[in-house]
């Protein structure tokens, strides 16, 4: 059936990569500084920043809203993909129904064969019509939820951030354009349990 595909994944839910740039807004996490010389010899003193990333196979696989979520979207299709078939068939079987009774003389009226196929011809145009609509549908309602996750990320990001004073933090799935990771720059756990306790608490 080429109805409805479902576009839950990491690029849809994210983006290929996000970057986001935190300023601790104030001084929980100690910051690590190094001493270098300026363009005029001058020795500066200069923060060094402090990244992490974030793994989205994990996060979208641990997250207990999005999981729910996905599965609704995934029962919402095959429920669509299911009613849409029903309607085809039933209107295949009727056409095939009106060939036969075409062939074998049982209407011998144009006017009524004229009818019968404009009827078909309206089912069929119905169909379409009722696809479309609840592909639109279901498409919006899918782009307002993954809207709501990067909403969600991007403001819990923020406050981790700000928390333990991280300058950049980075997702990271197989596919993207980052190759390698360091594990002990991955935050993934803790933004998992952390989000999952936010959306418990509400």
Do not use: C, W
């Amino acid at each position: 059936m080429k109805y409805i595909s479902l576009a839950l994944s990491s690029l849809a839910f994210i983006g290929v990569i996000v970057l986001f740039a935190t300023k601790p807004k104030d001084k929980k996490a100690q910051r690590t500084v190094v001493t270098t010389k300026d363009s005029t010899g001058k020795e500066v003193v200069v923060p060094v920043s402090r990244i992490a990333y974030v793994d989205m196979d994990t996060l979208e696989a641990n997250y207990d809203l999005f999981k729910i979520k996905k599965g609704e979207f995934e029962t919402r299709q095959k429920a669509i993909d299911a009613e849409l078939a029903k309607l085809a068939n039933d209107l295949q079987n009727d056409y095939n129904s009106f060939q036969q009774k075409m062939q074998s003389g049982k209407i011998t009226s144009e006017q009524e064969a004229q009818n019968m196929q404009q009827s078909l011809m309206q089912r069929k145009e119905a169909i379409e019509t009722k696809e479309q609509n609840l592909g639109n549908k279901y498409l919006k309602d899918q782009e307002a939820f993954n809207k709501q996750m990067h909403d969600d990320l991007l403001k819990f990001i923020e406050d981790y951030s700000s928390d333990k004073g991280y300058d950049y933090v980075l997702s990271y799935n197989k596919l993207g354009a980052i190759l390698f990771t360091n594990k002990e720059l991955d935050i993934t756990q803790d933004v998992v349990e952390g989000m999952n306790s936010l959306k418990k608490a509400k």
